[in-house]
């Protein structure tokens, strides 16, 4: 039935690390990931690092209801001692829900291990078939 543009904004200090969006199905789950596949010692297949967000949103009553989680893969460093190589990679995830007006900005915050905080800025926007926005803006 009705579509929603889910805009997202990665940012890491004054940053922007990414800025994708998607549309979905109201009540569909998407997923949004900004990432690149690396290769380690010892990892027999490359890894994905980055940022990824998986979210389900739904309207009811002119508002949108949301859920899902974000999670940040990153390298912390590689290490060469003698003949024994490691690669050390963090991994930050957060589960949220909430509820926004359509156009309204909502904000979750992965708290730092190493760095600045990421901040994700989420907006919602109902639309037609086409893409075209519903009566806001």
Do not use: W, Y
Request: with cysteine; aromatic share 4%; hydrophobic share 35%.
């Amino acid at each position: 039935e009705g579509q929603v543009m889910v805009e997202c904004r990665f940012t890491e200090g004054d940053d922007i690390l990414s800025a994708p969006r998607i549309i979905t199905l109201q009540g569909q789950e998407a997923q949004i990931a900004s990432s690149e596949e690396r290769s380690f010692p010892g990892s027999k297949k490359p890894m994905e690092l980055g940022v990824k967000l998986t979210i389900l949103p739904m309207v009811k009553d002119g508002m949108i209801s949301f859920e899902g989680s974000c999670s940040v893969k990153e390298l912390a460093n590689i290490n060469s001692e003698g003949k024994l190589q490691s690669a050390s990679i963090i991994t930050r995830e957060s589960v949220f829900s909430g509820t926004a007006d359509p156009g309204q900005d909502a904000l979750l915050t992965l708290p730092s291990i190493k760095g600045k905080a990421i901040k994700v800025t989420l907006k919602f926007t109902l639309v037609d078939k086409q893409g075209r926005h519903l009566g806001t803006e």
